[in-house]
């Protein structure tokens, strides 16, 4: 993904070496604090534009009829899946997506839970849906693994 310089009181990359040591990567610890900031407060009141964007990375569907309040979303301990996320597994060669509607997860017409999301996707097997769920987010331009979505918020 491109990126952008964004100017950082000195000072403040000087506190964040002194307190992780001289081989951190500044730059994707302020990362990752960019991100747990907007997963923390996803159901707090943005700006219109924000929401506009949300839904027009949906494409030309109306987003609360397809996917309910824009501000709403599933709640998987850390991490928040805002309506409008899309939820991938492949399984036996076989590619299922599922999507966050209306605070749940929607695969099929049937509400699951991430675990039993990935059950149901892998014929009723034992699975670990941290480690094969992929997620896409509103906004996001590619998926990301689950469980590196919550390494994100948990460093």
């Not at 987003?63 to 899309?86: I, M, R, S, V």
Request: aromatic share 12%; charged share 30%; glycine share 6%.
């Amino acid at each position: 993904m491109p990126s952008i310089a964004i100017p950082i009181d000195a000072e403040l990359i000087g506190e964040m070496f002194l307190r992780a040591g001289p081989k951190a990567d500044i730059s994707d610890w302020m990362e990752n604090i960019v991100r747990d900031y907007l997963e923390r407060t996803a159901n707090d009141d943005w700006s219109d534009a924000y929401y506009a964007y949300r839904e027009s990375q949906v494409g030309a569907v109306d987003f609360a009829a397809e996917f309910g309040d824009p501000k709403g979303g599933y709640h998987w301990a850390p991490l928040f899946l805002p309506n409008g996320t899309f939820i991938r597994m492949e399984y036996k060669k076989e590619i299922s997506n599922a999507a966050v509607k209306n605070n749940k997860i929607d695969f099929n017409g049937k509400n699951y839970s991430p675990s039993e999301l990935a059950r149901a996707i892998a014929s009723d097997t034992s699975r670990n849906a941290w480690r094969d769920l992929l997620i896409k987010r509103p906004g996001d331009t590619d998926w990301c693994l689950a469980d590196d979505l919550r390494r994100r918020m948990t460093k």
